[in-house]
């Protein structure tokens, strides 16, 4: 199973609401999560906050889901950018 979607199933929450999260469209979420479309860095880094998962995680590049300590960067910091 892909990564964004376990995680975000372990949250119990929808596609439409990642969707809502990223201001994004649905569809995107979905081929994200069929590995289709590649995730982008600013996407990427906000679901890294929002599930409170290093990137690494997202993309298998460790199994462990214990987030590295991170600067007081916040989503709102990152849809400023």
Do not use: C, W
Request: charged share 30%; glycine share 2%; aromatic share 8%.
């Amino acid at each position: 199973m892909n990564r964004l979607k376990e995680i975000r199933e372990d949250k119990d929450l929808l596609q439409k609401d990642i969707a809502k999260l990223l201001n994004t469209g649905l569809s995107i979420i979905s081929a994200y999560e069929r590995e289709l479309y590649d995730i982008n860095t600013k996407n990427l880094i906000e679901l890294a906050i929002f599930y409170n998962v290093p990137i690494d995680y997202i993309l298998y590049l460790t199994d462990e889901r214990k987030p590295h300590k991170r600067n007081n960067i916040t989503i709102n910091d990152i849809q400023k950018q």
